[in-house]
DNA sequence: GCGGTGCCACTTTGG
DNA sequence: TCCAAAGTGGCA
């Protein structure tokens, strides 16, 4: 064991008695000036520094370490010093504890050496370096897994039978190994042997112990993770509890099987097969305890350095929903400015593999994922007595179950490459784990106050609104009942025979008369209640909704999104509790209810975004993409008219050329409305909307309808072809791809029922273009997450993406600069080389600022700055 | 009678 | 018989 192996920080108990030696020697260095005492310096230079982000406890260290570490001190090899421990809660600063950083003369591969290695290397060569780990892992299991299938399913058998026949069954979950007088050595081969199922709580690892686990874990071929739950279970157990705090992390390392001598046993043994003898499962308690101690805070030096270096480490680390293991790390041990160490984190995660191989299923488990995918083991049928029994497999035993998952995620893996989905997974959906997890750490701050008055506001004009639809109505009713409603309307006042309208719209599976926005419209004329159903609805939805239901997920002020990455069928991200990509864009204008006679106005607008407001020194920058779709679909068509509107009038706004084309009318009088309009008709007849459709969408005559969409399909006439092709494609092949190679299934295609089939067809066609859009903006996150990992200065968060709009909170001084690389990167992601992406029509990235997302006002970008 | 659950209709967003 | 989401409330 030499010191080079050890990361350079080494942290030190003060209040411990007698102080040890070192500790004596750089208090007094401090004392003396030769030290630099981190607490002097800036916020900003303690930022940067990478001295606290990670370190080993010197009590950590081997005796013989120490004395090493003694001999070698001096005191100029000592750069730097961090206070640690309560200093926040005690009103009179007193050091406790501290963590010193050795020059990088002393230690080879010292903390901040490693780290920047990890920044230096570009994406590319990370993804490279991942794939060759990956493919060693990869061919090694295969030679391994030949000829041993019976083997491992007896295997499998046999630790059932001693699992469930054990004591440790009635605990339900694996014993925990509790040695409270240390462990003094890691467990070699012949511990290991009966260690199949058992945890190290490395609590309760010794000195030495604990030096080799960390050896152990630097030279592991892989690591599989997973978080425990306070109530005990996993993120690999069914039943698994929604918001139930994590306790600890389980972590399985997988050694290089052969690659010591010592773990070979002899050979054909059935045990020598058993891979599993060299694994080591070890549990990672990550809860504080409310008080202080010095234990623990050695304890926490050490469990920080293990999972921070499994964030960052080569070898694959697989993990079931990786994204929460990241934001739990991250939550526990993640200071201001250290989500940038997590930035490069590449986990395996098989559901994210499992829905690129069919995205329809969107929330599988585990149970789920390895009954479906993971061939070898035990096939789960329903109706076997042994279901139950089978089941219990994937649920009792956490290293048990660690294996499998192992071995289900390589599976996939392969599934993947065969799918030729490999690439996707490696270059755009791994990447952005960490990237949500970050995202999901930030929080948004909330104007409470403002949404509080605004609630009360629009209750009172709720309330107005139901008793004058009460006495318009002639009688009370429920007035969210569309049933109560549909009575009224058409069974009391009978509108649908004053309409003039041969076809009303239906509801779809009763087929009754609708009460949808669109029936309300056409009888507003008729009768005083619609339009009071109308507005009642807009009010009561951004009350419900959005001001209410966001107070709901309202923590300190703040607010922060779900982000998930396997959630639709087109590649999409989507979002939850609350749901920031559907906050309500357009103001609402409300007439002061009677109550309120603070302000003078008659109407007051109600704006959502308005109440999302960047913290103090910070401006949100979006950057949207503009026509993103439409330009996808012009690339995929080559259709030379529609390539020619974004090739040559690339200042104008398209959807507004567009309105003053076809409505004659010159594009400075297009309102906003009309462009939202024909945004909705032309996407509406691209994927195939039907006549009918487009004349409710435009308010219009079927014969006008129809006219229009001849007309639009004549002058792009080669949109139809590109349908034409995508639709044939996915009758041969059985599904899709987008431009990066997602695909989706859809088996529909060939189905006897036409209505069936048509939906697939067109289904066919839209994800084509909106999953190639998901593909662009999810590869403009990444670039640009990178971009700001990478960077020594840029601060800039990623707050939120609202499919083509990335939102952005900046320090105030870096706004500039940030906007020109969002810009940059944006924009020239029309071409990428290592994709072999490029795009006949130019991107356009729209940017605004404000400090308000409600108000965000177009950038001036200065020019000509080098 | 009460509470949980799943489905439907309607709304918002995005293209 | 445009596509893709999430949230709310009624209703059985």
Same mark, same amino acid.
Request: hydrophobic fraction near 40%; aromatic fraction near 6%.
């Given at each position: 064991?030499?010191?080079?192996?050890?990361?350079?920080?080494?942290?030190?108990?003060?209040?411990?008695?007698?102080?040890?030696?070192?500790?004596?020697?750089?208090?007094?260095?401090?004392?003396?000036?030769?030290?630099?005492?981190?607490?002097?310096?800036?916020?900003?230079?303690?930022?940067?520094?990478?001295?606290?982000?990670?370190?080993?406890?010197?009590?950590?260290?081997?005796?013989?370490?120490?004395?090493?570490?003694?001999?070698?001190?001096?005191?100029?090899?000592?750069?730097?010093?961090?206070?640690?421990?309560?200093?926040?809660?005690?009103?009179?600063?007193?050091?406790?504890?501290?963590?010193?950083?050795?020059?990088?003369?002393?230690?080879?591969?010292?903390?901040?050496?490693?780290?920047?290695?990890?920044?230096?290397?570009?994406?590319?060569?990370?993804?490279?370096?991942?794939?060759?780990?990956?493919?060693?892992?990869?061919?090694?299991?295969?030679?391994?897994?030949?000829?041993?299938?019976?083997?491992?399913?007896?295997?499998?058998?046999?630790?059932?039978?001693?699992?469930?026949?054990?004591?440790?069954?009635?605990?339900?979950?694996?014993?925990?190994?509790?040695?409270?007088?240390?462990?003094?050595?890691?467990?070699?081969?012949?511990?290991?042997?009966?260690?199949?199922?058992?945890?190290?709580?490395?609590?309760?690892?010794?000195?030495?112990?604990?030096?080799?686990?960390?050896?152990?874990?630097?030279?592991?071929?892989?690591?599989?993770?997973?978080?425990?739950?306070?109530?005990?279970?996993? $993120? /690999?157990?069914?039943?698994?509890?929604?918001?139930?705090? %994590?306790? #600890?992390? !389980?972590? &399985?390392?997988?050694?290089? =099987?052969?690659?010591?001598?010592?773990?070979?046993?002899?050979?054909?043994?059935?045990?020598?097969?058993?891979?599993?003898?060299?694994?080591?499962?070890?549990?990672?308690?990550?809860?504080?305890?409310?008080?202080?101690?010095?234990?623990?805070?050695?304890?926490?030096?050490?469990?920080?350095?293990?999972?921070?270096?499994?964030?960052?480490?080569?070898?694959?680390?697989?993990?079931?929903?990786?994204?929460?293991?990241?934001?739990?790390?991250? $939550? /526990?041990?993640?200071?201001?400015?250290?989500?940038?160490? %997590?930035? #490069?984190? !590449?986990? &395996?995660?098989?559901?994210? =593999?499992?829905?690129?191989?069919?995205?329809?299923?969107?929330?599988?488990?585990?149970?789920?994922?390895?009954?479906?995918?993971?061939?070898?083991?035990?096939?789960?049928?329903?109706?076997?007595?042994?279901?139950?029994?089978?089941?219990?497999?994937?649920?009792?035993?956490?290293?048990?179950?660690?294996?499998?998952?192992?071995?289900?995620?390589?599976?996939?893996?392969?599934?993947?490459?065969?799918?030729?989905?490999?690439?996707?997974?490696?270059? /755009?959906?791994?990447?952005?784990?960490?990237?949500?997890? %970050?995202?999901?750490?930030?929080?948004?701050?909330?104007?409470?106050?403002?949404?509080?008055?605004?609630?009360?506001?629009?209750?009172?004009?709720?309330?107005?609104?139901?008793?004058?639809?009460?006495?318009?109505?002639?009688?009370?009713?429920?007035?969210?009942?569309?049933?109560?409603?549909?009575?009224?309307?058409?069974?009391?006042?009978?509108?649908?025979?004053?309409?003039?309208?041969?076809?009303?719209?239906?509801?779809?599976?009763?087929?009754?008369?609708?009460?949808?926005?669109?029936?309300?419209?056409?009888?507003?004329?008729?009768?005083?209640?619609?339009?009071?159903?109308?507005?009642?609805?807009?009010?009561?939805?951004?009350?419900?909704?959005?001001?209410?239901?966001?107070?709901?997920?309202?923590?300190?002020?703040?607010?922060?999104?779900?982000?998930?990455?396997?959630?639709?069928?087109?590649?999409?991200?989507?979002?939850?509790?609350?749901?920031?990509?559907?906050?309500?864009?357009?103001?609402?204008?409300?007439?002061?209810?009677?109550?309120?006679?603070?302000?003078?106005?008659?109407?007051?607008?109600?704006?959502?975004?308005?109440?999302?407001?960047?913290?103090?020194?910070?401006?949100?920058?979006?950057?949207?993409?503009?026509?993103?779709?439409?330009?996808?679909?012009?690339?995929?068509?080559?259709?030379?008219?529609?390539?020619?509107?974004?090739?040559?009038?690339?200042?104008?706004?398209?959807?507004?050329?567009?309105?003053?084309?076809?409505?004659?009318?010159?594009?400075?009088?297009?309102?906003?409305?009309?462009?939202?309009?024909?945004?909705?008709?032309?996407?509406?007849?691209?994927?195939?909307?039907?006549?009918?459709?487009?004349?409710?969408?435009?308010?219009?005559?079927?014969?006008?309808?129809?006219?229009?969409?001849?007309?639009?399909?004549?002058?792009?006439?080669?949109?139809?072809?590109?349908?034409?092709?995508?639709?044939?494609?996915?009758?041969?092949?059985?599904?899709?791809?987008?431009?990066?190679?997602?695909?989706?299934?859809?088996?529909?295609?060939?189905?006897?029922?036409?209505?069936?089939?048509?939906?697939?067809?067109?289904?066919?066609?839209?994800?084509?273009?909106?999953?190639?859009?998901?593909?662009?903006?999810?590869?403009?996150?990444?670039?640009?997450?990178?971009?700001?990992?990478?960077?020594?200065?840029?601060?800039?968060?990623?707050?939120?993406?609202?499919?083509?709009?990335?939102?952005?909170?900046?320090?105030?001084?870096?706004?500039?600069?940030?906007?020109?690389?969002?810009?940059?990167?944006?924009?020239?992601?029309?071409?990428?080389?290592?994709?072999?992406?490029?795009?006949?029509?130019?991107?356009?990235?729209?940017?605004?600022?404000?400090?308000?997302?409600?108000?965000?006002?177009?950038?001036?970008?200065?020019?000509?700055?080098?």
């Amino acid at each position: 064991m030499k010191m080079e192996n050890y990361e350079a920080c080494i942290g030190f108990d003060l209040c411990e008695t007698p102080l040890s030696t070192v500790a004596q020697k750089i208090m007094s260095a401090m004392r003396s000036g030769d030290l630099m005492d981190s607490r002097n310096e800036g916020e900003s230079t303690k930022k940067s520094k990478v001295t606290k982000k990670s370190s080993v406890h010197y009590s950590v260290l081997a005796e013989h370490e120490k004395n090493q570490l003694l001999e070698t001190k001096n005191p100029e090899s000592l750069t730097t010093l961090t206070p640690r421990g309560p200093i926040e809660l005690s009103p009179q600063p007193s050091i406790t504890n501290l963590t010193c950083q050795l020059s990088a003369g002393q230690v080879q591969n010292s903390i901040s050496s490693l780290c920047l290695s990890s920044y230096l290397i570009p994406q590319c060569d990370q993804e490279a370096l991942l794939l060759q780990n990956m493919e060693h892992k990869r061919k090694h299991f295969l030679k391994e897994d030949i000829g041993k299938e019976d083997m491992d399913s007896l295997n499998f058998k046999r630790k059932y039978i001693t699992c469930s026949n054990s004591p440790e069954k009635a605990n339900k979950h694996t014993a925990l190994v509790k040695d409270t007088g240390g462990m003094e050595s890691w467990p070699n081969s012949e511990d290991t042997r009966a260690l199949g199922k058992k945890l190290y709580d490395v609590r309760y690892l010794g000195d030495l112990a604990k030096v080799q686990l960390m050896d152990a874990l630097k030279q592991a071929a892989a690591l599989v993770v997973t978080l425990m739950y306070k109530d005990g279970s996993t $993120q /690999l157990s069914t039943k698994q509890a929604l918001t139930c705090p %994590v306790k #600890g992390i !389980v972590v &399985l390392l997988k050694s290089h =099987a052969g690659s010591s001598p010592v773990n070979l046993p002899a050979h054909g043994g059935a045990l020598g097969k058993d891979f599993t003898c060299t694994d080591h499962c070890i549990y990672i308690h990550t809860e504080h305890s409310p008080f202080w101690d010095p234990k623990q805070e050695a304890h926490s030096l050490f469990v920080r350095n293990i999972l921070f270096w499994t964030l960052r480490c080569k070898c694959p680390v697989v993990c079931f929903n990786a994204k929460d293991f990241v934001r739990t790390v991250l $939550q /526990l041990y993640g200071e201001d400015g250290s989500w940038k160490h %997590v930035a #490069g984190f !590449v986990g &395996l995660d098989p559901r994210v =593999a499992a829905w690129l191989i069919d995205p329809s299923d969107t929330a599988p488990s585990f149970e789920d994922l390895v009954a479906k995918y993971l061939e070898k083991s035990i096939t789960v049928k329903p109706s076997s007595k042994f279901s139950d029994a089978s089941r219990n497999i994937v649920s009792q035993n956490v290293c048990v179950n660690m294996k499998i998952l192992y071995d289900l995620t390589m599976d996939l893996c392969s599934k993947l490459k065969a799918y030729g989905l490999w690439q996707l997974f490696c270059t /755009l959906e791994l990447p952005l784990i960490p990237i949500l997890a %970050v995202m999901e750490n930030h929080r948004i701050p909330v104007d409470k106050e403002e949404m509080e008055r605004t609630s009360a506001l629009l209750g009172a004009r709720l309330k107005e609104l139901e008793q004058e639809a009460h006495f318009v109505a002639g009688e009370q009713f429920l007035i969210t009942s569309n049933n109560q409603l549909r009575e009224i309307l058409f069974g009391k006042l009978k509108l649908h025979l004053l309409s003039q309208r041969k076809h009303l719209p239906r509801t779809g599976l009763q087929n009754q008369l609708s009460t949808s926005e669109a029936m309300l419209n056409s009888l507003q004329y008729l009768h005083p209640l619609p339009k009071l159903i109308l507005e009642y609805r807009q009010v009561h939805k951004i009350k419900s909704t959005f001001i209410d239901g966001l107070l709901a997920y309202m923590k300190k002020g703040s607010i922060s999104s779900t982000w998930n990455q396997t959630g639709t069928v087109t590649g999409r991200l989507s979002a939850k509790h609350p749901n920031i990509q559907g906050i309500s864009k357009h103001p609402i204008q409300i007439s002061k209810p009677q109550n309120f006679k603070a302000k003078e106005e008659e109407t007051i607008t109600i704006s959502p975004r308005t109440l999302f407001v960047s913290s103090k020194d910070h401006t949100f920058l979006a950057a949207d993409f503009s026509q993103i779709e439409l330009r996808i679909l012009a690339h995929l068509s080559g259709d030379p008219e529609l390539l020619k509107l974004f090739q040559e009038s690339e200042r104008d706004d398209v959807f507004s050329t567009l309105t003053s084309q076809w409505k004659d009318i010159p594009i400075e009088r297009v309102t906003h409305m009309d462009r939202e309009q024909t945004k909705k008709v032309v996407y509406s007849v691209v994927y195939g909307a039907g006549k009918e459709r487009l004349a409710a969408c435009l308010g219009v005559t079927v014969l006008e309808a129809t006219h229009f969409l001849e007309r639009f399909l004549q002058k792009y006439k080669k949109i139809k072809d590109f349908a034409q092709t995508v639709i044939s494609q996915c009758h041969s092949a059985g599904y899709v791809t987008s431009i990066l190679g997602r695909r989706r299934p859809l088996p529909r295609i060939c189905a006897q029922n036409q209505q069936l089939r048509a939906q697939a067809e067109r289904q066919a066609v839209n994800f084509v273009v909106q999953g190639s859009a998901a593909d662009l903006c999810k590869l403009a996150m990444i670039h640009i997450f990178t971009a700001v990992a990478t960077s020594p200065t840029l601060t800039a968060r990623l707050v939120a993406q609202i499919h083509d709009e990335l939102l952005f909170e900046v320090e105030d001084p870096q706004v500039p600069e940030f906007a020109a690389l969002v810009r940059r990167i944006m924009e020239s992601l029309q071409q990428v080389q290592t994709l072999e992406l490029q795009l006949q029509v130019p991107l356009k990235v729209n940017l605004s600022v404000g400090h308000s997302w409600g108000h965000l006002a177009p950038l001036q970008e200065t020019v000509g700055s080098a």
